[in-house]
């Protein structure tokens, strides 16, 4: 069965900084990874998607690590700013079209 | 493009009435819609995935009697909560595939909360 997990629960950092979230999982048969920005009380917005072929993928100042093998994934964040304050997800899909989140990081950016 | 809409975004219930949720895809065919269910501070679990026309597939643990879904077009996905209880106070979010590829569109939730 597979297991999301991602370290830290949460993260509070000064503006500016550039972070790292983590995300893992238990089962490396993945047909793609896809990391998720929430704001409280909303939905999800997709920030990027790499698929298991795919080593990283790079949005504006956002860039997502895939390592299949040894189940890990990251998101790095540079420059931080208090408005990537928010909640992050990792979720994976396997070969069907479900998808597994991860616990979330909840990120706070301090001005 | 790809935008999924939910009604409504939030709704308090009483005890042991029942709650409709739609869930709707605005600018493209679903075939297969999901819903979320997000207790605070936790992740999502997937509750059921509904293909459009036919009986929804509910995840282990899921009550297919209390929560009853509904998937009776190509844009139009509804989640019932029967007998609502306390309990089920949640964040519901449904998401939408358009099939050609396996790629979901999320709703931006519903709140519900039972008194």
């Known amino acids: 069965k597979q297991e999301v997990t991602q370290i830290p629960a949460a993260l509070s950092v000064p503006e500016g900084e550039n972070l790292v979230l983590n995300c893992s999982f238990t089962d490396s048969a993945i047909y793609n990874l896809q990391w998720f920005r929430q704001d409280p009380g909303k939905g999800l917005t997709s920030l990027l998607l790499i698929q298991s072929s795919q080593r990283e993928q790079t949005s504006g100042r956002l860039n997502a690590s895939l390592d299949k093998s040894s189940g890990r994934s990251t998101l790095y964040i540079a420059a931080s700013q208090p408005g990537d304050s928010a909640t992050y997800l990792c979720?994976?899909?396997?070969?069907?079209?479900?998808?597994?989140f991860g616990t979330g990081t909840r990120l706070k950016v301090l001005a | 493009g790809a935008v999924v809409s939910q009604h409504p975004s939030r709704v308090i219930c009483k005890s042991g009435t029942s709650v409709k949720i739609e869930c709707r895809s605005l600018?493209?065919?679903?075939?297969?819609m999901f819903w979320y269910r997000q207790f605070p501070k936790q992740s999502l679990m997937l509750m059921a995935t509904s293909n459009e026309g036919s009986k929804a597939t509910y995840e282990q643990g899921v009550e297919k009697d209390k929560f009853l879904i509904n998937h009776a077009s190509l844009t139009l996905s509804t989640l019932t909560v029967t007998s609502a209880h306390p309990e089920d106070s949640s964040f519901y979010i449904c998401s939408a595939s358009p099939g050609t590829t396996y790629e979901q569109y999320f709703g931006p939730g519903t709140r519900l909360t039972v008194t």
């Open positions: 979720a994976v899909r396997q070969h069907t079209y479900k998808y597994i």
């Open positions: 600018d493209f065919q679903a075939t297969t």
